[in-house]
Antibody, heavy 120, light 111 residues
Framework: ERQLVESGGGLVQPGRSLRLSCVVSGFSFDDLAMHWVRQVPGKGLEWVSGITWNSGTIGYAESVQGRFSISRDNAKRSVYLQMNSLRTEDTAFYYC?????????????WGQGTLVTVSS | QSVLTQPPSASGTPGQRVTISCSGSSSNIGRNYVYWYRQLPGTAPKLLIYRNNLRPSEVPDRFSGSKSGTSASLAISGLRSEDEAEYYCASWDDSLIGPYVFGSGTKVTVL
C-alpha cells in the first residue's frame, strides 16, 4: 500500500525544538524528492522545505531559514524536519509530500499531516 | 498574503463549467510550471494538475489546466457535488530550489 505517515507533532513551548518524521511505503523512496508543507488550521498552504533524492539540493522557505533543517535516510525510507527555535507562528499541520521527479517539481502524494502547536 | 492570487470563491450548478484563475509574476508563473491541488475538508491536499496542463492518471479529464504569461487557470467541466472543495494553485518562485509558492485558495461551491 502506498502511504506516507508523519509523526512527531505535539505541543511545545516557544523557543524549544521538535523533530518531525515521515515514513514512506509503496514508493521507490530512493528516487523521490521529499517536501514538507504546513497549514495553519483554516488557512492556506505554505511550503516549508524540500530535499532532492540524493540530498544534493535542499531548499527552505524564508520564514524557516536558519531554524529548520530537512534531512533524509533512504535506508529507513524516511524524511525528517528538525525544527529549532520554534515560534507561535509555526503552529500548523505539517504534511510531508513526495515528488516523483526526484528534483523539485510537483508534490505528488501527501501524508495526512501531524499537528504542531507552539504555545506556552 | 499569498504570492499567487486566486479569487476566494467560485460556484456553479451541477453539470456547469467553472474556471478558477491564478495570477502571479515573472518570477514564478512567468518562468516556471503551474500546479493545481484540491483539498477536501479535513483531508490532505491532492494533486490535480502538474506542469501547467498534465493530469495524473487517476484525475478525470473534467479537470484541465492552462497557463498564459504570468497567469494560469483551472477549469472544471461537468461540475459534480464532490467537486466542492478548496483549490490551490502553486508554482516555484524565482529558482527551482524554492520557495514553492501557493495561491490563497479558492472555495468552490456546488449550488
Amino acid at each position: 500500500e502506498r502511504q506516507l505517515v508523519e509523526s512527531g507533532g505535539g505541543l511545545v513551548q516557544p523557543g524549544r525544538s521538535l523533530r518531525l518524521s515521515c515514513v514512506v511505503s509503496g514508493f521507490s523512496f530512493d528516487d523521490l524528492a521529499m517536501h514538507w508543507v504546513r497549514q495553519v488550521p483554516g488557512k492556506g498552504l505554505e511550503w516549508v522545505s524540500g530535499i532532492t533524492w540524493n540530498s544534493g539540493t535542499i531548499g527552505y522557505a524564508e520564514s524557516v531559514q536558519g531554524r529548520f533543517s530537512i534531512s533524509r535516510d533512504n535506508a529507513k525510507r524516511s524524511v525528517y524536519l528538525q525544527m529549532n527555535s520554534l515560534r507561535t507562528e509555526d503552529t500548523a499541520f505539517y504534511y510531508c509530500a513526495i515528488d516523483r521527479s526526484g528534483r523539485f517539481d510537483w508534490l505528488d502524494s501527501w501524508g495526512q499531516g501531524t499537528l504542531v502547536t507552539v504555545s506556552s | 498574503q499569498s504570492v499567487l492570487t486566486q479569487p476566494p470563491s467560485a460556484s456553479g450548478t451541477p453539470g456547469q463549467r467553472v474556471t478558477i484563475s491564478c495570477s502571479g509574476s515573472s518570477s514564478n508563473i512567468g518562468r516556471n510550471y503551474v500546479y493545481w491541488y484540491r483539498q477536501l475538508p479535513g483531508t490532505a491536499p491532492k494533486l490535480l494538475i502538474y506542469r501547467n496542463n498534465l493530469r495524473p492518471s487517476e484525475v478525470p479529464d473534467r479537470f484541465s489546466g492552462s497557463k498564459s504569461g504570468t497567469s494560469a487557470s483551472l477549469a472544471i467541466s461537468g461540475l459534480r457535488s464532490e467537486d466542492e472543495a478548496e483549490y490551490y494553485c502553486a508554482s516555484w518562485d524565482d529558482s527551482l530550489i524554492g520557495p514553492y509558492v501557493f495561491g490563497s485558495g479558492t472555495k468552490v461551491t456546488v449550488l
